[in-house]
Every structure is written in structure tokens, then in C-alpha cells.
């Protein structure tokens, strides 16, 4: 066991900024409170999208779940509606998140494993069995078939006899971070932001009680950006959203109050703080003044958080409790609406039941003991947090401008812009650790080889994948043919015609048609995406 | 981290050794998590190593024979989708049927520690995890590459060449590129139309190449490709991207994809290239297609190469225009528009027609679409 004999302060930030040792009003320049910061729920929102914050009503504490098939992931959200939960949050495997049936080639050993496995109606229906749609809130974290699984929904809904406008729910919907970071993309750029407008369209008329899309930057932070990049990229595919919304010829105000955010919360306390506060006043601003939205619910940036898995330590994982537990109380400090936090085993495998248990235990801790929750924005005024805020502000601006530049978010895409940034700072972090300047407990600092293990960890079994093959192998010997083969026609017209999809989507969903087929019909017409530029 | 115990090398140091060695990394299956296997091919390179990456969504099939047409040191695997006991063993059983076994395999990953033995006793080189560090997985791969250089005189492989076997290919040209041929042996004479293919960064050459090849394969042709990029001046690493955009869909004995650095010398060609593509038409390919790095007017010497040079351009690219400038336009025997869907399609057509004296052809394409693709495999088919 090795530990070194003093500790030094961090000296920067993860962008090479030089932090000084203390801050005064003279960095705080022309400062004036209530034009930077309004009241809490008012213009410009930073400190806070409501009044009265935690005060009256305490963040949404939404713990990520799901794996196996659709009867193990039903039988779980039955468990959490009899014990008082009232959202349900559901996570897809990945052949499912990326458009593909269960009995895909590029499905081996990944079915079922990382979330729950749905193909066909007949799988949303068996997910949600018993379950009234009329009464629960459901988000889904589906990005590149999104508008597919929100057509399994609808009509799920229908057959139980729930009205679409009575729907309340979530998709995460956001296709663009997926070029950036995490790679769920299936379509070309254009059309994949088309297909995203067409599902605020749909919502906007139809499902009105919808959150359309969840624009992320979590997966932008996690793939390696600082959290200037993670700021300015995410408003910028918001802000792409809302142009390629208004071009549609979609009222501004509309569709604007039922777009969210979704932001990491990582270690550096403070400036995770600042960047949530300044989320919020530049959001206001550009939907105002760029924008022209004249709802105040337009102004508002609402945001879910999630701690940083990449923060996490394979070495001694206990000590990943107490990082998850800093990083909530940044998140809550920065004003989030909702809360996920991480398991410390998650380097290791996903979550054990024990583990995520102590991770929700995390924030009830922070809820009902600490006492954070008394006063709306306490760090309000403080030199150095207000100054942290200015600067993450301006350099978020100065990165939105260098995208606008080039002709947008699309147009950046294509360069590899995004790529090209995020694995450059992955690689100066890693750099940057490795060269000890950047110190981890339990990795370049206080390194005991014997803390590491003691964790139990959860297995999943192999049998998911057999038993979905074999019911896609039944449905598509018993789906009427006819009915299944003009619907895909129609999607594939629909599509070509650039008209809104999502009626064919409902239609080919009741016919028999699986992700995967609803996909390659897409992709006759909008062609498939090999990731742009990587280096 | 974890590595097996070293194997006894039975191989012997051949001279003239390449500077660089050769790692292929792989992410197979669904997983989009990129991050570590990003950090790692940049951190090779920094060391001097050549990094092959095969991108997202390969099968075990395609990751082993991209292994054996690269002719690697070493395979590094990326699976953080826990899907690594389905995997690992496919992988392992790929790698003896193509002859491989000589290459080492190494995972990176979220893998649970009781899994760390079976993975080792299945035949896995060596496992790491998010916490390895840079260095240490840097150690361990430079061990393993030394463990595991070609050997081409002893190898049979001036019979397995002459038998068609890719693997053989694959050993020449690493051969080749080490400045040491078989000795008393070339290849013997080959037919094939070479077609240099050029264009500025951006324009999507190695996204063309594999519409184009895939396209000339569905005619029952057999295709080569050279896919240089340029190699770092300091560390002699490379990062070797192009392949992953043109590899897709089934693997396929006759589509040969070989990423080639230009190991520290200008031009945008590779040391040897006209041996590799001698090599490659005495092999028996129908056509081979020759991808430049487009780094401007020095690639106007893939021209002495190839038997025709096609020059890769984009709509509204006043940097292709300008690149277009230094030279190329001369000796380009075809102008191929790509991304044809975007904006701005015609007018850069018209201005492309308007700066040509003569009836070269220029032809509309979008790789990503798939689209005009047909009409460009027609001109280099005929010979």
C-alpha cells in the first residue's frame, strides 16, 4: 500500500483552466443580480426553473432499470406501482435501441443483457400487461427507433382503450448525440432529425401530455467531453431541434414547453454546478431572443441529471459510493427536476439489487438529512460560483458559435466536428491521469492492491435470447400477410413522400411489422449512416 | 489486468522487421461505447504503433478477417455490452480456422472478475478493465508483438500464394513494406485495372470505395483495395480508419482491404506501394483501388501508379476546388461528385464542367446513399 505524503489541491479544471486561490467581487465585473440571475422561476431561470424549488417539492428520484424480457421487466414495474412509484423508466437492450429484431446476426449475446428485449406489439403489449397507460408516466430511453416504440405505445394504449391525449410519458428521442457519443444511429443525419421532427409533430397534436424529446448531454460527457463541450453541444442540438421544428412550420411555443434536458453531473463540484445554472440562463435567452418563443414555458430549461459513470473506479469500489454521493449533491445545488444515481459496481457489471439499492439510499440521504433542500439556490452570490457560471457561459457560447459557423449541427456532423472534439479531450484526460496530474483515488492516488473486490455481482442468463427468436419465428408465420405487407408499403410511400411517418409507423405496429422491418423499410428510403469522420 | 503466462516462441526475428507494428481493434455486436477503445488507438499511435480500427457493429467473423488481411501483430477486442462468454470463444474458434492462432488476442472491457480465468484458460492473451492503465496495457501489447512477427521464407508461403490464399497475400505485403522480399520470388504478372482514387479529407473517399467495391464485387469481380493514411512524423504510430468505412456486410475472400501507412514519407503514398499493388494483381484481383490520402498536390504521384486516377470531389467545397487547383485536375481521368443529395450539387457540377476543357467525365454519386454508383463501376471494369 502506497500513500503519498500530502495532498495537493487540484490546480484546474478538466479544461486547462488555472483556478485562483480565492475570487472577489473584481471577477465578477458589471455583475448585476437581477438581470444574470432573476429570481428563482423567473427569467433568465438560473437559479431555478420553479419558485420554490425542493422547498415545496422535492426532485424526481428516477432510478434507470431493466433487462431480460418483456415478462421479467413487466413483473418488475408491477413490484415498483404496488410500492408507490407512479414513473415508470424503461431501458431497451441493445438490439432494440438500435432498430434490430432479436434474431439479427449483430444480436448475438446481447439480447435481453442490457435492458428488455421489444421487437413487436405483441412485446410492448406483454410489457405492459395490466398496466393502465392511462394512469402511469412512462419514459423511454430509445433514441434511433424512438418514433417506432412511441407507435408500439400508442397503439398498446388503443387496445386498452386510453385515449393518446391521456398518455403522459417521456423518449429520450435524441438522435444527434448519438452521432456525437454514443453511437445508436441508424439513419443519415438529415433524416434522423426529420424523423425526430415528425415525432414532435405527432406529439404536439396528438399526445400533447408527451415529453418528445430528452436532448442529452450525459452521453456527450461520458464519451470524454469537458463540461464546456458537454454545455455548448447539447443546447446546440437542442437548439437544432427547435429550428428544424420551426421550419416544419410547427408553432414555437407548441412544441418548446415539452422538450427536457439531460445533463452528468461528474466530479468538479462546483463547476458542474455553474454549468447547470448556466444551462438554464442560456436556454432562456436563445428561446426568447433567438427563437421569438413567447411562452414562459418555452423559456424554461427542465433537466434530468444522472452522476458520472465514467467517474467510477474499478479500484476499490466502495470509494465509488461516496463519489455518486458528491456528484448528487451537485446535481441537486444546480437545481436539477430529477435524479439518477449510479451503482458503485457498474465498471464492474450492471447493478447488483444491493448496489442500487445504496445508490437510491444515496439521495434520500441527501433529501431528508442534509438539509440542502431548505433554501432555493443557496451558492446564489457567490463570487466564485457566480464566476464559474459566467465563464462555463461564455465558453459554451463561443463553442455554440464555431458550430453555427460552419452552417449548424448537421454541417458539423459531417465534418466530424463533434468526434473529433470529444475523443481529443478523452484522450488529454487519460493523458492527463496517466501522467498523474489528474489524480483517482484508488488509481494514481492512495493505490491499495488489496481494497479491490469484495462485491457481489448480478449474472444474467441466456435464456431471453431463445425464447424471443422463437416468437418472432411464430409471429411472422401467423401475422396476417397481406395487412403486414401493405402497411410496410404505406411506411415506405409515407417515407418517400416526406410526409409524417408516424401514422404508417401505428399502423404497420398493428400489423405484425417488427423493429427491425419497420427499420430497413426506413432505410430503403433514408439510406444507413457509417459514423462520418473518426479521426 | 490479467495476462496468460508467456508461450514459448517458436518463431524466429526475421530482419527488416517493420518499425511499426500492426494492432487491429475491434468493437463487435451492438455496443456503441467508444470511448476507451478512442483513447487506446490514440495512445497507440503515440507509441509508434499502427492502429487498424474496424469501427462499430463488426461480427467475430469480419474482426478475423480483417485480422488476416491486415496481416496484425496483435487483436485487441472492446466489449463493454457483457457479451463476452458468447463472443470471446467465436472468436477463438474463427481465429484457428483462418490460420491465426499464431496472433494474439487481447480483450478490453466491463468484464466481471470471475470471468478473468475462463477467458485466460479459453486462450485469451491477455484482459483488461476500466481501471488498466495506459502504460501498462501499452507493456503488455509491445510483448506481445514481439512474441509474434512474420515469417515468410519459412512459412510455405510462396506455395500458399500461388494456392490463393489470402493469408499468404496479406504476409507479402507485410513483407514488402519491411524491405525484405522473399528471396528468388515476385509475384507472378497480373491483369488488373488500377485506379487511383484522390480527393481532399472530407469527401468521403474510403465511404465511395466501399459502395464502389461492393458494387464490382456484385458483378462477380474481384477487388483489392490500398487504403494509405498518413502515418505521425514523431512516433511512426498511424491511425488507420479508413477500412471501417468500407468494410460491411459479410466478409469475403475476394474483397481485400490492406490499411497501409505512409511511414513518415510525403507523397501520400505508402513506401512500396507499387509492389503491394503488383503483389495484389499477380494474387489475381480484377481491380484494385488505390485511396490516397487526399492531403493535397503531392498525391498527383498516385497518378504514375495506377493505370487511371479518379479525383473525389463535394458539392459547395470551395476546398476541393481549391485542392483541385494543385495540379489533380490535370491528370484526373474522371471527376466523381459525391454526396450529390447535398445542396449545391448542380451549381458545383457546373462549375466543374466550366473548368474542364475536354469531355472528361464527371459523374453524380452519393456513396451514403447509394446512389450513381453503377455508372462509376462500369468505367473501371472496362479496362
Known amino acids: 500500500m502506497s500513500v503519498k505524503p500530502s495532498i495537493d489541491p487540484p490546480a484546474s479544471s478538466g479544461d486547462g483552466d488555472v483556478r485562483k486561490p480565492f475570487v472577489g467581487p473584481e471577477d465578477l465585473g458589471s455583475f448585476d443580480a437581477s438581470k444574470s440571475l432573476g429570481e428563482p422561476g423567473a427569467f433568465p431561470y438560473a437559479r431555478g426553473p420553479h419558485r420554490t424549488m425542493y422547498t415545496s417539492r422535492l426532485w424526481t428520484m428516477r432510478q434507470f432499470a431493466g433487462f431480460g424480457s418483456a415478462e421479467d421487466t413487466n413483473e418488475r414495474f408491477k413490484y415498483l406501482l404496488a410500492n408507490g412509484q407512479h414513473g415508470l423508466s424503461t431501458a431497451f437492450d441493445l438490439p432494440t435501441l438500435m432498430g434490430r429484431d432479436s434474431d439479427d446476426p449483430l444480436a448475438l449475446g446481447e439480447v435481453g443483457r442490457c435492458g428488455v428485449a421489444v421487437a413487436s406489439l405483441a412485446d410492448m403489449r406483454r410489457l405492459f400487461d395490466g398496466i393502465d397507460l392511462g394512469s402511469v408516466s412512462t419514459s423511454m430511453t430509445i433514441n434511433a427507433p424512438a418514433a417506432i416504440l412511441l407507435a408500439f405505445y400508442i397503439a398498446v394504449a388503443e387496445e386498452q382503450g386510453v385515449a393518446s391525449d391521456k398518455l403522459r410519458g417521456t423518449l429520450q428521442n435524441d438522435i444527434l448525440k448519438e452521432f456525437h457519443a454514443q453511437n445508436e444511429y441508424v439513419f443519415p443525419p438529415g433524416p434522423s432529425v426529420q424523423l425526430v421532427v415528425d415525432t414532435i409533430e405527432y406529439c404536439t397534436k396528438h399526445l400533447p401530455q408527451w415529453n418528445t424529446v430528452s436532448v442529452s448531454g450525459y452521453h456527450i460527457r461520458e464519451a470524454g467531453a469537458n463540461a464546456a463541450e458537454e454545455l455548448a453541444f447539447t443546447l446546440a442540438d437542442g437548439m437544432a431541434y427547435v429550428q428544424h421544428s420551426i421550419d416544419r412550420g410547427l408553432d414555437v411555443d407548441a412544441f418548446a414547453p415539452r422538450l427536457s434536458f439531460f445533463f452528468d453531473v461528474h466530479n468538479d463540484f462546483f463547476e458542474e454546478i455553474a454549468k447547470l445554472r448556466a444551462a438554464r440562463r442560456i436556454w432562456a435567452h436563445t428561446m426568447r431572443d433567438r427563437f421569438g418563443a413567447k411562452n414562459e414555458r418555452s423559456w424554461l430549461l427542465r433537466m434530468h441529471c444522472q452522476t458520472a459513470g465514467v467517474t467510477l473506479t474499478e479500484q476499490q469500489p466502495m470509494n465509488n459510493v461516496v463519489r455518486v454521493a458528491y456528484q448528487a449533491m451537485a446535481g441537486v445545488l444546480g437545481g436539477t427536476q430529477s435524479l439518477h444515481t449510479n451503482s458503485m459496481d457498474e465498471t464492474l457489471a450492471l447493478p447488483s439489487e444491493q448496489a442500487a439499492k445504496l445508490a437510491l439510499r444515496t439521495q434520500q440521504v441527501l433529501a431528508c438529512e442534509t438539509n440542502v433542500t431548505q433554501t432555493v439556490d443557496p451558492l446564489a452570490g457567490s463570487y466564485f460560483v457566480e464566476k464559474m457560471t459566467n465563464e462555463i457561459e461564455a465558453k459554451a457560447y463561443a463553442i455554440i458559435d464555431q458550430i453555427d459557423a460552419m452552417g449548424g449541427v448537421l454541417q458539423a456532423v459531417d465534418r466530424g466536428f463533434f468526434r473529433r472534439r470529444i475523443a481529443e479531450s478523452a484522450h488529454a484526460t487519460q493523458r492527463s491521469i496517466d501522467a498523474g496530474d489528474t489524480e483517482i483515488v484508488g488509481v494514481n492516488a492512495f493505490v491499495d492492491e488489496e481494497a479491490s473486490g469484495g462485491v457481489d455481482i448480478l449474472q444474467i442468463t441466456q435464456q431471453t435470447e431463445d425464447m424471443q427468436t422463437a416468437r418472432l419465428k411464430e409471429l411472422k408465420a401467423t401475422r396476417e400477410k397481406a395487412r403486414h405487407a401493405t402497411s410496410l408499403d404505406r411506411l415506405r410511400q409515407d417515407a418517400e413522400d416526406g410526409a409524417n411517418v408516424m401514422p404508417a409507423l401505428i399502423e404497420a405496429a398493428k400489423a405484425g411489422a417488427t423493429v427491425g422491418e419497420m427499420m430497413e423499410t426506413m432505410k430503403s428510403v433514408f439510406g444507413s449512416y457509417d459514423g462520418g469522420p473518426e479521426w | ?383
Open chain 2, 1 to 383: 489486468m490479467v495476462t496468460a503466462a508467456p508461450e514459448k516462441s517458436n518463431k524466429q526475428e526475421p530482419s527488416g522487421a517493420p518499425n511499426a507494428s500492426r494492432i487491429l481493434l475491434a468493437k463487435i455486436g451492438l455496443d456503441g461505447h467508444d470511448r476507451g477503445v478512442k483513447v487506446l488507438a490514440r495512445s497507440f499511435r503515440d507509441a509508434g504503433i499502427e492502429v487498424i480500427y474496424t469501427g462499430l457493429w463488426q461480427t467475430c467473423e469480419a474482426t478475423m478477417f480483417a485480422a488476416l488481411q491486415e496481416d496484425v501483430d496483435v487483436i485487441g477486442v472492446s466489449l463493454l455490452s457483457a457479451a463476452h462468454m458468447t463472443v470471446m470463444p467465436e472468436l477463438l474458434r474463427l481465429r484457428e480456422e483462418l490460420g491465426l492462432t499464431h496472433v494474439p488476442l487481447v480483450l478490453g472491457g466491463i468484464v466481471p472478475k470471475a470471468d478473468y480465468p475462463k477467458l485466460i484458460d479459453m486462450g485469451i492473451a491477455a484482459v483488461f478493465n476500466p481501471g488498466s492503465s495506459v502504460d501498462n496495457i501499452i507493456t503488455t501489447i509491445s510483448e506481445l508483438t514481439k512474441k509474434r512477427r512474420l515469417i515468410v521464407a519459412t512459412d510455405d508461403v510462396v506455395q500458399r500464394f500461388a494456392d490463393g490464399d489470402a493469408r499468404a497475400l496479406a504476409q507479402v505485403i507485410t513483407a514488402i513494406q519491411c524491405d525484405a522480399p522473399i528471396e528468388g520470388w515476385s509475384p507472378p504478372k497480373g491483369s488488373a485495372n488500377v485506379v487511383g482514387i484522390t480527393g481532399a479529407p472530407g469527401v468521403g473517399k474510403s465511404s465511395f470505395i466501399g459502395k464502389l467495391g461492393a458494387t464490382l464485387r456484385s458483378r462477380g469481380r474481384r477487388v483489392a483495395v490500398v487504403a494509405i493514411d498518413p502515418s505521425s512524423p514523431i512516433t511512426g504510430g498511424a491511425l488507420l480508419g479508413d477500412r471501417l468505412r468500407m468494410m460491411r456486410g459479410t466478409p469475403d475472400d475476394a474483397f481485400f482491404i490492406r490499411s497501409l501507412s505512409t511511414a513518415g514519407t510525403s507523397g501520400g503514398l505508402a513506401p512500396h506501394c507499387a509492389d503491394v499493388v503488383r503483389a495484389m494483381s499477380g494474387f489475381g484481383f480484377d481491380d484494385i483501388l488505390v485511396e490516397t490520402v487526399g492531403a493535397g498536390q503531392a498525391d498527383v504521384l498516385v497518378a504514375k501508379l495506377v493505370d487511371r486516377t479518379l479525383l473525389l470531389l463535394m458539392p459547395e467545397s470551395g476546398d476541393s476546388i481549391q485542392f483541385s487547383k494543385a495540379g489533380i485536375m490535370e491528370i484526373a481521368d474522371g471527376f466523381v461528385l459525391n454526396k450529390c443529395d447535398l445542396p449545391g450539387a448542380d451549381a458545383t457540377e457546373a462549375q466543374l464542367r466550366g473548368a474542364l476543357s475536354d469531355d472528361r467525365t464527371v459523374w453524380k454519386v452519393s456513396a451514403v446513399r447509394d446512389l450513381g454508383i453503377d455508372a462509376v463501376a462500369d468505367w473501371v471494369a472496362a479496362s
